[in-house]
């Protein structure tokens, strides 16, 4: 039965600051304790959501998460009120108090490993929410992502939900963002991306940055999925690409139906790579290498070149969504150009703004969560999260509302932040028809 890949987009939370929270992320660090707009940030990810519907491709919302999350300063042993906590936790660690803050949810494709029902031996959609357990502001986040994926795919005839795979950094998963899905006319292949092997004692990988997913955990949801041999790939990254700022492989690589955009520094072994593929998928394998020479891994990092999307139009070709910032660049201009002017399947390219993400180390690619669906699986959905022109101005409106123009690490300490994102999250849950997602609903 043919599928369809939808976009299901995080909006940017309320809380949306510049921390520097992620190591290894090189942009998060350089705009560290810069101040954010989290209204703009919010405004600019829901325009580019609704240009991708305007151009006719499925979009869908994913909404953020309670932050700050007081469950978790609780936990940590502050007591008191919800006002007294907050002003403990500024005073004595800010940084704890920033990493609860964090809007980090908004990077959807962290959120979850998604595999089509037509790649599973029960033919139906399996979800596996990330455990994102190699830092700690991103580790708050499963079990609210796996109440908000329930709450969205909650058909048992068509969709299978696991538990994150166990805390511990010898399965350490951080979902989608190292994981892709290639197709020809006869078979699908799921990429499973990791830095580093949970049990081994050897230090062959990066030395500036850490290597985040394990193969463990790329071979534990290819189980849990019913994924037969021949359609779950491993390949590890590169430790040249991490080093340089790749904490996720789809900072250097994207891939969508038959077309693989890559960087020759991604994996480790590329050419041996690239014969498997091609051995499985045949002649219908579209690879659109780039070399270092061509784009720098420096450069391509810089302009998230790797991290655009690639998107199928309602004619079936396929259009490259790409930052703004490879507009800016020339070099890699000129290779967009190159690309769209060869012989393959990408026709065209759309450049957005999503500066305020990029600022924090997250391009198009990283703000959502790819799923490809039937048309049967597709209707089983909780329709309400599927963009349409009315809940684009329903949305538009509730930011503009509920949303700051400007935060800095100070405000984070503010009861009334807290208030005011509790009051937005819990309007949108109910705009989205959630039912109850976050703790403090309970």
Request: aromatic residues 6%.
């Given at each position: ?51 991708l519907m305007d151009l006719g491709v499925r979009q ?93 795919f909650n058909s048992d005839e068509h969709f299978v ?105 991604a994996w480790s072994d590329w050419p041996a790579i ?169």
């Open positions: 039965m043919p599928i369809q890949e939808v976009n299901f987009d995080g909006i940017v939370g309320p809380t949306h600051s510049y921390a520097g929270l992620s190591w290894g992320n090189v942009a998060s660090l350089k705009s560290k304790l810069s101040i954010s707009n989290p209204r703009e940030a919010a405004l600019q990810g829901l325009e580019k959501m609704k240009f869908a919302v994913l909404p953020p998460q309670e932050r700050p999350h007081l469950p978790t300063l609780r936990a940590l042993g502050y007591s008191g009120s919800d006002a007294q906590i907050l002003e403990k936790a500024h005073k004595e660690n800010p940084t704890i108090l920033a990493a609860c803050s964090s809007a980090s949810a908004m990077w959807a494709a962290n959120a979850a490993t998604v595999s089509p029902s037509a790649d599973t031996t029960d033919k139906r959609a399996h979800f596996t929410p990330a455990n994102l357990l190699t830092h700690f502001h991103r580790s708050i986040e499963p079990p609210t992502t796996s109440r908000i994926l329930r709450a969205i939900h696991h538990s994150p795979l166990p805390s511990t950094m010898h399965f350490a998963d951080e979902g989608a963002a190292n994981h892709t899905r290639l197709e020809s006319d006869n078979d699908g292949v799921e990429i499973f991306s990791y830095g580093r092997i949970g049990f081994s004692s050897e230090s062959t990988g990066p030395s500036r940055f850490p290597a985040r997913q394990t193969l463990e955990a790329s071979h534990a949801i290819a189980r849990r999925h019913g994924l037969i041999e021949k359609q779950a790939f491993f390949v590890q990254q590169s430790a040249a690409a991490i080093d340089a700022g790749a904490f996720h492989n789809d900072v250097v690589c994207v891939g969508h139906r038959n077309v693989l955009l890559i960087h020759e520094q690239r014969r498997k593929l091609a051995d499985v998928l045949g002649p219908q394998l579209h690879v659109i290498g780039i070399t270092s020479a061509e784009i720098s891994l420096e450069t391509a990092i810089a302009t998230y070149l790797f991290n655009s999307q690639l998107v199928t139009l309602p004619d079936k070709s396929i259009a490259l969504i790409a930052p703004i910032e490879c507009r800016e660049e020339a070099s890699v201009r000129r290779m967009i150009d190159s690309i769209i002017a060869a012989d393959n399947p990408v026709k065209t390219v759309h450049f957005v703004d999503v500066r305020q993400s990029m600022r924090n180390g997250g391009g198009p690619a990283c703000l959502r969560l790819r799923v490809a669906l039937t048309d049967e699986e597709l209707a089983a959905i909780n329709q309400a999260v599927l963009l349409t022109p009315s809940l684009y101005t329903t949305l538009r409106d509730w930011i503009i509302r509920n949303y700051r123009e400007s935060l800095q690490s100070a405000d984070l300490g503010d009861p009334k932040l807290l208030d005011e994102s509790r009051r937005a999250i819990d309007q949108l849950s109910r705009i989205l028809k959630l039912g109850r997602i976050y703790d403090f609903q309970f």
